[in-house]
Every structure is written in C-alpha cells, then in structure tokens.
C-alpha cells in the first residue's frame, strides 16, 4: 500500500557559525524538494528542527534553550514533532533524547541527508552506530541538592564512528541570507588536534569537495542573484590538501574569478602553516577576490601556543603578517583570540597585548576560554573535567578557567568578547572552580523551568 503523502509546516531554528547554518539551509532544501512547506513562523509548524551548536559552553546553552523553548510549542501548539540536529546532537544524542522527552529525532552531523526521514517518522531515529553518553545515572526524583552535591565519577566520551556526510552542487538548498551573499562550503571537518577544540569529534576529518562541485554551486548561485560568496570551511587554506591536489585553492579561487554575475570572493578561517605564495598571488591577482585575510592566531605567547597544540610564536607570526601584507597590498587582516588558557601567565598575556598593538590588525575578536570534556588542555595534561555533559550551564554557573598554579592573585585575566565598543576593554575576573558534575542539574534544572519559568516567545525560526 502506498505511503500517504502528507505535506508538513517545517521551521528551523539554525544556531552557531556558518558552517552549521549552509547545514540548515541544506536541511531546508531536502524538505522542500520532498513536498513540505518551510514556515518562518514557529507557532504554525509541524514539525520543528532545531539545528544546534556545541563548540563551547555558551553555545550549548543556547542550544538547549531553543530546544525548550521550540519544546513549548510542541506542548500548547500545533507541532507534533521536534527534530534536534548539528553539533550538540552530534556529541550528546542519547542524553538528549533521555533527558528532554519532547525530542522526537535526533540527527548528528553526518546525518543531514536523513533529514526527511526525521521529519516524517519514517525509519530508526536513533543512531545505531553511537552508544548512549551516560555519566551518572538519572535521579528518581530531581531535588535541589543535585546541583551542587555531587561526588565526581570517571567517564569518557563513547567512541564512535566520526562523521563523513558532505554536500555537494546537486544537493537542494533554500538559502536564509539576504540574496546578495551566501556562503559556500569547501570542506568539512579538521585534521588538526587543537587542545582546546572539539571540532574533528564532532565534524569528522577534514575532506574537500571537488573543484568542479564547488564552482558548479558557484554558477547556480549567480544565476540566483548572489553577489558575494563566503568561502567556508574549518581551514579553508588547507582545501585540497587532503586529496593530495597541490595548489587547489589559488586554482579555485581563479576559477570562482571567471563566474559571471559575481562580484565579491570572500575566504574566512585561513590557518597560518597552508597560507601559501600561490594562493596570496591569487588574491591579489584576481578582481573579484577580496584582499581580506581571515586568520584565526589564538594567541601570541610561545608557551601558550604550545599547550594550545598550535603552530608557530611571536616572530614565524610577524613573519607571516609581514608576507601577507608585502603580496597582498592594502590587505584587511582579521583574527581571533583565546584568553585565560589554562597555564597563562601575566607576562604570557602582557605579550599577547604587546602583538595586537605593534601589529594593529583591522578586525579583532576576543574569546575567554571554554574548557571542553575530552579535551587534554589542563596543565599536566589531564582532563579534569570528565563528568561535564551538555547540560553545562542552565541558570546553576558555568565552567571557569581555573587560575594558573604560576599566579598568585587567584584571578584570570579576560578580555570581553566580541563587541567592537568592548573589544579592547580589559578586566579581572575571579575564576571559579569548575563544577565536578552537571548531569544531575540537568533533570532539575528542565524541571524547574518548565515549572516556575514562562517560557518566553520563539527565536526567529529561518525560512
């Protein structure tokens, strides 16, 4: 007997960067090319996807707060299924499905071509290849001594099969940003081992698509009236280098040069070992491609760089900044840092102060460190954190750095994150000690929200 086709109101809800958010719109596509609808509104869907992220703490905490707040419609509105996808889902599918009942499927990264099924009950919603992330049993019953009672217990993230989905040209997708630009994805995954990033567990290992694909998408895209393209990945730099293709990136960027309609070639996340002379002669050499450098640095410290696991010191850095800027002339320099590492001193920070002013980039973003389970990236080498789970703050305090053992004052020193009003504003804040275990908060702290909170109006739900 045939299956009834029944057309579903879909919403999403696309949190983290823009890797997750082409996810999205990827998810999006394959539910429209299979008949449903796509709905801004999220009191009027179906069925709802909420599209997570779990690169820091923060960003799951946002996670889970959609996914409450998407619960909600579920309970007093007209959507009958919930669908939790991307990097939370990736890394805590079974204590999400255990936890918050309202979820109906869960489908980690490497499964957003499954997105239909998810969508319309069909086939096995659980991942047969992952065992469940338990690190403590669920209480009976939750009280209010679970939040900070707890005796710490040993436990590692389950190993499992890592991610390999990508996308390629003849994949559908329903673009979310304004028509004038869209991001492309290159590759997926890191090769790399950064002590402080969790990315290649969640992503997989680093794989380029072809360059035929991506120009391919490049050309559709065009045709659709974008402008800009955003080139992504998590090292863009490092495209091709996988599938032993030597100077693919400079050969790409000189081909997207000849796609007519558009305008503006943009690169973001470079890494500062794959920036290469062909690829610097192609930005400055090709009119479309914007003498914009995208450099993520971390930090400026030898020491701190080497227990963050990454390349290069002070001087290979001003070496490479001065290479940049002699073959790309009038070159935009961006990037990011990470503050209050485990281990980081004040001279250590006193030099990082020193190579943003003598450097003076254009554009600077600030992180304070966020400690991640499974991560070796605590002095000694250990990670001291082995119980915390997803549910990392909900309104019960958030993991701290803990101070340096070099330091005696007791505080990290922190740089406020992301404003450009704030950027450059310092402070003192007193860390403290992270907490030995959130799964036992997790069950109470649902409960109370759900009990004592109203649950305000959605976030926007992308169409």
């Known amino acids: 007997m045939a299956r009834e086709e029944v057309v579903l109101k879909i919403g999403l809800v696309s949190l983290g960067c823009p890797k997750n958010l082409v996810d999205g719109e990827v998810m ?84 957003v071509g499954d997105i239909v099924g998810a969508l319309e009950a069909r086939g096995a919603m659980r991942d047969a290849r992952s065992e469940p992330l338990r690190f403590h049993r669920k209480p009976s019953a939750p009280r209010a001594s679970d939040l900070g009672s707890s005796a710490p217990r040993a436990s590692r993230l389950a190993p499992r099969e890592l991610p390999t989905y990508i996308y390629d040209a003849d994949t559908p997708r329903i673009l979310t940003t304004p028509k004038h630009f869209a991001y492309v994805k290159i590759a997926e995954g890191c090769d790399y081992t950064c002590a402080f990033c969790i990315i290649p567990t969640l992503r997989g290992a680093y794989r380029s698509r072809t360059r035929e694909s991506i120009v391919a998408e490049a050309r559709a895209l065009a045709a659709r009236g974008v402008k800009e393209l955003l080139l992504i990945s998590q090292d863009t730099t490092f495209y091709g280098i996988d599938r032993q293709e030597r100077g693919a990136l400079a050969a790409l960027l000189r081909e997207l040069n000849g796609v007519d309609g558009l305008e503006w070639i943009r690169m973001l996340y470079l890494y500062p070992t794959t920036i290469t002379d062909e690829v610097l002669a192609a930005m400055a050499e ?135 009003a704030e950027i450059a504003t310092m402070m003192n804040a007193t860390a403290e000690p992270a907490p030995k275990s959130y799964i036992e908060k997790l069950s109470f702290q649902i409960w109370k929200e759900r009990s004592v909170v109203a649950v305000p109006g959605p976030p926007p739900v992308m169409a």
């Open 286 to 420: 090709c009119e479309k491609v914007c003498n914009y450098v995208d450099l993520p640095l971390q930090h400026a410290s030898a020491d701190v760089l080497k227990r963050m696991r990454r390349p290069g010191n002070r001087q290979t850095y001003d070496k490479l900044l001065a290479r940049i800027r002699d073959r790309v002339p009038g070159v935009t320099l961006r990037t990011t840092f990470i503050v209050g590492f485990p281990g980081e001193t004040e001279d250590d920070f006193a030099q990082l102060e020193e190579f943003v002013e003598d450097t003076a980039f254009d554009h600077i973003g600030v992180f304070t460190y966020s400690h991640e389970e499974g991560k070796h990236d605590r002095p000694g080498g250990e990670d001291q954190d082995q119980d915390r789970s997803c549910c990392g703050k909900y309104g019960v305090g958030g993991p701290a750095h803990q101070p340096s053992p070099k330091r005696s004052d007791g505080k990290a020193r922190v740089i406020a994150t992301m404003s450009s």
């Open 28 to 111: 999006l596509g394959l539910a429209q090319q299979a008949g449903h609808e796509i709905t801004a509104d999220a009191g009027d869907a179906d069925v709802i996807v909420v599209n997570t992220c779990a690169f820091i703490d923060n960003a799951k905490q946002e996670s889970i707060d959609a996914i409450l707040e998407m619960a909600q419609h579920k309970r007093n509105g007209r959507t009958s299924r919930l669908v939790v996808t991307g990097c939370l889902a990736e890394r805590y599918r079974d204590e999400l499905r255990k936890e918050i009942p309202e979820i109906d499927a869960v489908l980690g990264t490497g499964e």
